[in-house]
């Protein structure tokens, strides 16, 4: 950046002139109204303030000293009377989620459940009347083109707050040169910018770009440094969407070289944990992945072994004696099936000749009973008729169930023999039979039997080649993964050194940006200089550094100072530093600033006095209404000559309740 060049005492002073171009404000709080409940009656209204465009000051005076100090003695007059409070019932109305720390909301909500801020927000020249509830239940809302008196009136149409919200965004963030963070393309959004314009009491004005203190309970959104870094500059029409847009290329780039860097290491760790798993499987030893011969040898060796492997699984295959041993096992069956069916046979025939020799040899009334009773008969065997008759057979002229009606006839000894050595021989033949359907049975058991061993057999013979089949597979796998796992490590540790050549290149095009807007760099820091001076003297200088993406404030008097003090003037002649190029048509400052209690205990009155005598010279750079607004909180007391209208807007007391901001002791 350039450096200013400035001689004290005896450059003329700098002469602010107001930008016709903007005769009014981006937006400014017109009036804030608290109420007991939404209702027109007075009875309910709790605060009513009236706030003007320029500097408004709301004042708690300390508490007067009457004597000599001592202890127990009342010192709360300047303190708890409700400055903070008022700031936050003004941030709740421009849309803060909240409107107080949580306990502090909770002893609100005890005295007023039923209560309500309003107020009437300028946007250019249009009036919004908003609404926004203390208790818990009811829903904020808004009127456009509308006062507070036709909220209460209830003549205006009444659109959801969302809508009012909208515009305020519309009125502040359209006009920044760049809009979208550079590190992840967020669109910027009023509820980022609204921390700056009305820092926390809490952060004790400590750092230019720390807006917002945990206890302070808002809900805010937690912009990073660089975030917040970028939201000033863009304000400030330090940036723009090309250096935007390079920041985030470089972002981007950056984030991607990270990767990169993170990932070669773990894919080359991959590529050689695979290539120890192929040595294993294939129990041979391959070059390394990175020597580019890894993949060639390992398909070699692969081709060999599943070429073996199937050749070995085709042989056992063509072997396979479970086909011969499964028709075995059939035969048998159909053997055991054909004894069984002749046992039957001969134990038909030999029961029937059985009972009919018992009816010749021994007759009896209840013969044909017994006859009866026995199993049916089949009626036929297997001797042909002709041949049965030729060799004299009992029952091949005949029935013998008929054999009742003939035993008068037969009583000859020759034929009761003939028919004894008939049955003896169906004995024999039934005893034959059984015992061969013993041996079927037998011999289909074995059949089996064999049948499971060889099944046994050749699955264990089989079952190794399936696994080192699956192995091969598996390692096939491998040798592919190592060898991409390989290719895109090569691939991530080339891209860092091209990426890490881009990242600089970025940063040169990034440089050269930020050059071309060096000018409007100086012209704020030569503002920041002329605001500091005006507040601490002639003989001080100041200015602002870029370095990077960041801003920093820098104050000399023989040496650069700092301390608590010096920390407090540095960012508030930064905010008014802000307006005033604002108000010279610089930037996108929306010209409205609200600092509460911005004074520390080592500040001089004398220097303290004077922010509100700069803000009251930037007034006079108008003539008519001033195109700001600046609402300051205070219990120092503020030059005399501003404790009166118009600047004075509302003042505060901490005692009696009657005078503090809600009226009551909370």
Request: hydrophobic share 40%; glycine share 6%; charged share 30%.
């Amino acid at each position: 950046m350039n450096l200013q060049l400035r001689l004290p005492g005896i450059d003329p002073p700098r002469q602010i002139t107001a930008s016709a171009e903007r005769p009014v404000p981006a937006f400014w709080i017109r009036r804030i109204l608290i109420l007991r409940e939404l209702s027109a009656n007075a009875e309910h209204v709790v605060r009513d303030v009236v706030l003007r465009r320029g500097l408004n000051i709301i004042w708690t005076p300390p508490h007067a000293p009457t004597g000599d100090n001592a202890l127990f003695k009342s010192g709360m007059t300047g303190h708890t009377a409700g400055k903070s409070t008022l700031c936050r019932f003004l941030r709740y109305v421009l849309g803060e989620h909240g409107f107080a720390p949580e306990r502090a909301r909770k002893r609100i909500r005890a005295k007023f459940p039923d209560g309500w801020v309003l107020g009437e927000v300028v946007l250019g020249e249009v009036v919004w009347a908003v609404a926004r509830p203390l208790g818990v239940g009811a829903h904020p809302f808004c009127v456009k083109g509308g006062q507070i008196s036709e909220i209460l009136a209830e003549t205006a149409e009444r659109l959801d707050y969302r809508v009012f919200l909208d515009a305020l965004e519309r009125t502040t963030v359209e006009p920044l040169r760049a809009r979208n963070y550079p590190s992840n393309d967020e669109r910027v959004a009023w509820e980022h910018l609204l921390p700056w314009l009305s820092r926390d009491q809490e952060c004790r004005f400590a750092d230019f770009l720390q807006w917002r203190h945990s206890t302070s309970e808002t809900e805010s959104p937690s912009l990073k440094a660089d975030a917040r870094n970028f939201l000033v500059r863009s304000v400030l029409g330090l940036i723009s969407d090309d250096e935007r847009e390079e920041q985030l290329r470089n972002s981007r780039l950056v984030a991607r070289k990270k990767e990169a860097g993170r990932l070669a290491p773990l894919l080359a760790h991959q590529a050689t944990t695979d290539h120890q798993r192929v040595q294993r499987l294939l129990e041979a030893s391959f070059d390394p992945p990175s020597s580019g011969l890894f993949g060639a040898q390992a398909s070699d060796e692969l081709r060999r072994q599943k070429a073996a492997v199937e050749a070995q699984l085709t042989a056992l295959n063509l072997s396979d004696p479970k086909s011969n041993l499964r028709t075995a096992v059939e035969r048998a069956i159909e053997l055991e099936a054909s004894a069984r069916h002749q046992l039957q046979d001969a134990e038909g025939r030999w029961q029937m000749e059985s009972a009919a020799l018992q009816q010749i040899t021994a007759p009896d009334k209840r013969l044909p009973s017994l006859l009866a009773g026995l199993g049916p008969s089949r009626g036929y065997c297997n001797v042909p008729m002709d041949h049965a008759r030729r060799s004299g057979c009992p029952i091949a002229s005949t029935n013998p169930l008929d054999l009742t009606a003939r035993r008068s006839e037969v009583t000859a000894a020759a034929e009761v023999e003939q028919r004894q050595g008939l049955v003896d021989a169906l004995r024999l033949v039934t005893e034959e039979k059984r015992q061969l359907l013993v041996d079927a049975t037998k011999a289909i058991a074995l059949a089996r039997r064999a049948e499971v061993e060889a099944a046994n057999s050749f699955e264990q013979q089989r079952e190794p080649l399936l696994e080192r089949r699956a192995r091969l597979v598996q390692a096939e796998r491998f040798v592919r993964e190592a060898e991409e796992a390989w290719t895109n490590a090569s691939s991530h540790a080339q891209s860092v050194d091209a990426l890490e050549a881009e990242i600089e290149d970025s940063y040169v095009k990034q440089d050269q940006i930020r050059r071309a807007s060096d000018a409007a760099l100086g012209r704020l820091s030569s503002t920041y200089d002329y605001v500091v001076r005006a507040i601490l003297g002639d003989e001080v200088s100041a200015r602002i550094d870029a370095s990077g993406r960041s801003l920093s404030l820098v104050i000399e008097h023989h040496g650069e100072r700092e301390s608590a003090a010096f920390a407090t003037l540095k960012l508030l002649a930064f905010d008014l530093a802000s307006m005033t190029e604002s108000i010279e048509g610089r930037g996108a400052f929306p010209r409205f600033l609200l600092h509460d209690g911005p004074r520390e205990a080592d500040l001089a009155p004398e220097i303290y006095e004077r922010l509100f005598l700069y803000a009251r010279q930037l007034e006079d750079c108008f003539s008519g209404d001033p195109s700001f607004q600046y609402i300051v909180t205070t219990t120092t007391r503020p030059p005399e000559s501003l404790l009166v209208e118009p600047w004075c807007r509302l003042k505060l007391s901490g005692v009696p309740a009657e005078e503090r901001l809600l009226r009551c002791d909370l």
